[in-house]
């Protein structure tokens, strides 16, 4: 997995690569936990490059978005694959995240 870190005013873009597996996500949780704690507070992920979403991957995002309310920021979610929708959808996640289909409607969502 790897990711990159990109910052658009007061939002940090979040670009993620290859699978989000029970090996990967503890090193990409930990990383996002620690931009939060830097408050970083105004978080996009985007996901155009992920290849296969686990279910350690959805802990994680559950995770990180009560942190981010915590501090009454936000977390968009954008370019989720269909799958990766039906995964939220299907789980009841789906009314935890804003969700955009492109960084340039995350960036707008993600200040609202």
Known sequence: MEIQEKYHGEST???LVGKLDASTTPVV???IIKM???GKKYLILDFGKVTYLASSGL???LLVVRQIQKLEGSLVLCTLTPTMLDTLE???FLPYFKLASSTEEALKLSLD
């Open 29 to 31: 949780e930990a990383r």
């Open 13 to 15: 873009i979040v670009d």
């Open 90 to 92: 299907v789980t009841g």
């Open 59 to 61: 802990r994680m995002l």
């Open 36 to 38: 939060i704690q830097e």
